[in-house]
């Protein structure tokens, strides 16, 4: 590879061990890298093990949760095999992250200010009075006109799209090379999604942050993603830029995600819906995981599952159509 | 019926299901120590609108913007604090309950979390007859015979009838819902947020099963929303709310392509596009929703509008008619 990678994840597996000796394989050989300055979107419905590809990377699952096997790559050293010490320096530091709900993710006994300047202090070293300095600059960056203000404030006197912002904010204190960001805007109402987005990618651009977006929306992965991973069944089924993905997918699965999608530009009568539902982790089909809903099934899909492979230079595909 | 027939359907007859008079409703915000009554919260604040009997209406609207509580209202599950509601023209705004009780089973509702609507120790088969026992005089023979064939009309089999509401899915819940909403042969239903807790694939399942449904039985949809890509697939008609009012009401072709109002553009534009190749400008407003116990004088948007002018502060916008069935809000479309 000539271009340098930021994250490399190889072969992650990352199984649930529930009652009755039932195994919950949420998250089975995924394979994908990020560059430094890209974003990149993992896309897929409830269940189909995008959370948990991001909670794995972070190393915040508990049990009965576990990494199985695989590796990942941050900046060339393995984070599958670092101690949870080593994991407090790099969670904050190299690694921001931000959730769905901000006001769970907020500490809602400790004010803006208090919480910005915790990382900063723990992470950068810095004395009380420079971290507020630079916490109330953050607060400006991300969009708090009264940003003095804003620090003495508790997440409850905020409201949700403030809340996402003051996230983003304690994300990118510490200049994290990579921002995971986990259905940053589910939560929230359309013009404030708007708003969030946008100071994500303008934060993106002026760090050269590298940002790993989880989402179910399409729509946020067309606008805002440069390549895209759709997930099924725990693991990655379709793989390549977001241009190729809406002009030109592959997989009968993002086909049906993208036909059951209403939009604003078309008209339909009848919105072409995906049979059946997402199987649980621990009782996928046997073969092609997609196989019991897909419209093209094949004796093969149900004897073994198919491989990712690559149907053109940068655009791979799970899927016996095109082996 | 197609889409055409429908909208033509729709332009020639003015028989109105449901139509709502200067409609409010307001909650009390108590403080002090003698918890009176300090300010009100505006959640429904002077609407007016006509719902044409076989449509489906569109209210959308972010959180705050008063669009279920309107819903509520017009079901008269909360009581109006003024204003008039006809239901198939007879005033049903001031009836005591026991005098609503012929009118509930032609007005049914959906509700957005299926998880909290059923009741988790009754099964499927008790939710469903329940409707039928409280308001028909059908035995219990005919009342599992009925219970079978909603069953099968939204797409469950009937042999899942003695199951419980946890051992289904959220996409299957939300047919549960709607079998039981069915139940009394309603001739209009409030569907509010009836797929926004659904993932995609599951949502386009129910919007084709309400769909059928609508077709099937002649039905009168109020469809509440905040996704204004599901509004524009199964609406006729879409208002847009805003801190208790409604700011915009267009046929659906009219409001999605010639928007008028400067919130609904924002909106509109708002909404991320899957069209990687025509990229919609964005038009981010400021701010986030202003209070609704203390709303900003004049024009309730004028904080978050790009093109406010002075008279937006001290007058309030009345919703006035600019085109066939297009009416608007708005300061900047008065003669």
Known sequence: MTEKTLLDVKGLKTYFYLEGKKVAKAVDGVHFSVKPGETVALVGESGSGKSITSLSIMKLIGKPGKIEEGQILFNGKDLVKFSDKQMTQVRGREIGMIFQEPMTALNPVFTIGNQITETLIRHKKVSKAEAEKKAIDLLKLVGFPRAEETMKEYPHQLSGGMRQRAMIAIAISCDPKLLIADEPTTALDVTIQAQILDIMDEMKKKFNMAVLLITHDLGVVAEYAERVMVMYGGQIVEQTTVENLFLNPKHPYTNGLLESLPSLEKEVDRLGAIKGMVPAAHEFPAGCRFSDRCPHVMDKCKAANPELVTVEPGHNVRCYLYE | ?335
Not at chain 2, 27 to 40: D, N
Not at chain 2, 151 to 163: H, M, N, W
Not at chain 2, 172 to 181: C, P
Not at chain 2, 263 to 274: D, G, K, M, N
């Open chain 2, 1 to 335: 019926m197609s889409v055409i027939e429908k909208e033509l359907k729709i332009e020639t007859e003015n028989d109105f299901i449901v139509e709502a008079k200067n409609l409010k409703k307001y909650f009390p915000i108590k403080g002090g120590v003698l918890k009176r009554t300090v300010g009100h919260v505006k959640a429904v604040d002077d609407i007016s609108l006509s719902i044409i009997r076989g449509e489906t209406l569109g209210v959308v609207g972010e959180s705050g913007s008063g669009k279920s509580t309107l819903g509520r209202v017009i079901l008269r599950l909360m009581e109006p604090t003024e204003g008039q509601i006809l239901f198939e023209n007879e005033d049903i705004s001031r009836l005591s309950n026991r005098q609503l009780r012929p009118f509930r089973k032609d007005m049914q509702i959906v509700f957005q979390d299926p998880f909290a609507s059923l009741n988790p120790k009754m099964n499927v088969q008790e939710l469903i007859e329940e409707p039928l026992l409280v308001q028909t005089s059908l035995d219990k023979h005919e009342r599992r015979e009925k219970a079978i064939s909603l069953l099968e009309k939204v797409g469950l089999r009937p042999d899942s009838r003695l199951k419980y509401p946890h051992e289904f899915s959220g996409g299957q819940r939300q047919r549960i819902s709607i079998a039981r909403a069915l139940a009394l042969n309603p001739k209009f239903i409030i569907c509010d947020e009836p797929v926004s807790a659904l993932d995609v694939s599951i949502q386009a399942q129910v919007l084709n099963l309400m769909a059928d449904l609508q077709d099937e039985f002649n039905l009168t949809y109020l469809f509440i929303a905040h996704d204004l890509s599901v509004v524009k697939h199964i609406s006729d008609r879409v208002a847009v709310m805003y801190l208790g009012r409604i700011a915009e009401i267009a046929p659906k072709k009219n409001l999605y392509d010639t928007p008028l109002h400067p919130y609904t553009e924002a909106l509109l534009s708002a909404v991320p596009s899957t069209d990687v190749l025509n990229k919609r400008e964005k038009i981010i407003l400021k701010g986030d929703l202003p209070s609704p116990s203390n709303p900003p004088s004049g024009c309730a948007f004028r904080t978050r509008c790009p093109k406010a002018h002075e008279r937006c502060a001290l007058e309030r916008p009345e919703l006035i008619n600019v085109s066939e069935g297009h009416y608007v809000a708005c300061h900047l479309y008065e003669q």
